[in-house]
Antibody
Framework: QVQLVESGGGVVQPGRSLRLSCAASGFSFSYYGMHWVRQAPGKGLEWVSLMSSDGNNRYYADSVKGRFTISRDNSRNTLYLEMNSLRADDTAVYYC??????????????????WGQGTLVTVSS | QSALTQPASVSGSPGQSITISCTGTSSDVGGYNYVSWYQQHPGKAPKLMIYDVSDRPSGVSNRFSGSKSGNTASLTISGLQAEDEADYYCSSYTSSSTRVFGGGTKLTVL
């Protein structure tokens, strides 16, 4: 079955950097777009970034554009999020999520089909 | 990238039906049939309940259904059960190829 395991969270000072990882298993990782979604404490879900299956297209929320970089290594079945110039309002649980699913020859994209358990990032001095 | 609009809370008694609305614009909800809904219990990761406006993933109860009219999508839960008490979020594909969530709705089963 699909498994997504995030890691790399922790406490970091404002202005510093952090890299999150998401290890994927149980599906053909290189076939799927992958997302990062975050949730600040007590708040709702916020979409952060998407990387296409082949790595050629990346999209970002305005709130992180220019500071965060999404990447993937299809040979390692791993998704990354490099977070720079971190601010207090970046404090959140960060989830990775698989975009859609395929069944036989049919694919159904553009939704968050499977989610990891999340990793907590706390930005504080 | 404005968030989609959901009611902050809804409630219903066991066995009743409730509907949660999700309002966007023609650049997201109204422009594409890529609206999805997620259930989240406290301390847990979200779970996909509805995708492509009205399709249910395997394993999701048929008590959950989705629809859309214009710029507003809706999630209906029939035959409310205590285990349905959770936060619910809608999401949509956008014209910029990004994604957007609603603010979330807290469902209370009375």
């Amino acid at each position: 079955q699909v498994q997504l395991v995030e890691s790399g969270g922790g406490v970091v000072q404002p202005g510093r950097s952090l890299r999150l990882s998401c290890a994927a298993s149980g599906f053909s990782f290189s076939y799927y777009g992958m997302h990062w979604v975050r949730q600040a404490p007590g708040k709702g879900l916020e979409w952060v970034s998407l990387m296409s299956s082949d790595g050629n297209n990346r999209y970002y929320a305005d709130s992180v554009k220019g500071r965060f970089t999404i990447s993937r290594d299809n040979s390692r079945n791993t998704l990354y999020l490099e977070m720079n110039s971190l601010r207090a309002d970046d404090t959140a649980v960060y989830y990775c999520a698989k975009d859609g699913y395929c069944s036989g020859a049919n694919c159904y994209p553009n939704h968050f089909h499977s989610w990891g358990q999340g990793t907590l990032v706390t930005v504080s001095s | 990238q404005s968030a989609l609009t959901q009611p902050a809370s809804v409630s219903g008694s066991p066995g009743q039906s409730i509907t949660i609305s999700c309002t966007g614009t023609s650049s997201d909800v109204g422009g594409y049939n890529y609206v999805s809904w997620y259930q989240q219990h406290p301390g847990k990761a979200p779970k996909l309940m509805i995708y492509d406006v009205s399709d249910r993933p395997s394993g999701v109860s048929n008590r959950f259904s989705g629809s859309k009219s214009g710029n507003t999508a809706s999630l209906t839960i029939s035959g409310l059960q205590a285990e349905d008490e959770a936060d619910y979020y809608c999401s949509s594909y956008t014209s910029s190829s990004t994604r957007v969530f609603g603010g979330g709705t807290k469902l209370t089963v009375l």
